[in-house]
């Protein structure tokens, strides 16, 4: 815990600096719920569209795919799937978990734009460094990824790459695609606070 929390305090792109007010910038957003970071991303932006990936007939409710925006978030498979509240979480799952697995999924749910309050905390980027951060997470995710039903009627799984153990937790995958797209943010991330203590 302590060597997270110190691999947080150390930066990489270090002289990241978001776009001047006025310049040609896209916003993203980092959200938290205390426990798992994600990214919330447009739909469309400096020539990203993410639709094909996630289109509504993924959803349990087709009608919620015309949210204007999508939050992607790293996981380990079994943990996503069989902890769909706090309640449901087993020691034996957060073991395997943190042991290692190779069975990871891609979380996305399709959102409206994060308003003031709403917890999200926002970072301008260049198109650039945008399509940087798009490209890495595309990457995660497994070739003609198969789509798994999500909680909600507005979200779903899809498989992915990469393995997650306690060192390459969610958080991690957060902050290394920051880190791919320029932004400043701790060299190791493991937990929330070493992602949104930089925004």
Known sequence: MLAGLLGGLIPVNRDWRPPPPGAEAVTIWVESNG??????LPKAAAGIDWRPLAP???LRDPRYARRSHLSFGWGERAFYLETPTWADVRPATVLVAAFGSDRTLMHVDHVDRPRP??????????PAQYRRLAAHIRAGFADRPAALPGYFAYDAFYE??????AIRTCNDWTGRALAAAG????????FPVTVTRWF
Not at 35 to 40: A, K, M, Q, R
Not at 160 to 165: D, I, Q, V
């Open 35 to 40: 426990v798992h970071t994600g990214l919330i």
């Open 56 to 58: 509504p007939e993924h």
């Open 117 to 126: 309050g709403d917890g999200a905390r926002p970072i301008r980027l260049t």
């Open 160 to 165: 992915a790459r990469g393995r997650y153990s």
């Open 183 to 190: 932004a400043r943010v701790g060299a190791w991330t493991p």
